[in-house]
């Protein structure tokens, strides 16, 4: 039950993290899923990277 609740406490932790970015820059939470997939398999070398700007999705850094 205590990993349970640990679980759930991470995911709702994500998902307000995940909205604080999106209000912070403005954007959906489907283009914020949309960008995070489409890096993820750019990292993994699955897909080619994309050159162009607007593509690209900022990253808020913490003390920056």
Same mark, same amino acid.
Request: net charge neutral; aromatic share 10%; with cysteine.
């Given at each position: 039950?205590?990993? &349970?609740?640990?679980? *759930?406490?991470?995911? /709702?932790?994500? %998902?307000?993290?995940?909205?604080?970015?999106?209000? @912070?820059?403005?954007?959906?939470?489907?283009? %914020? *899923?949309? %960008? @995070?997939? &489409?890096? @993820?398999?750019?990292?993994?070398?699955?897909?080619? @990277? *994309?050159?162009?700007?607007?593509?690209?999705?900022?990253?808020? /850094?913490?003390? &920056?």
């Amino acid at each position: 039950m205590q990993e &349970r609740k640990m679980s *759930v406490y991470i995911q /709702t932790e994500l %998902f307000e993290k995940i909205e604080e970015y999106c209000q @912070a820059y403005g954007i959906s939470k489907s283009d %914020f *899923v949309r %960008f @995070a997939i &489409r890096n @993820a398999l750019e990292g993994l070398g699955l897909i080619e @990277a *994309v050159s162009s700007p607007k593509s690209l999705m900022p990253i808020k /850094t913490e003390g &920056r």
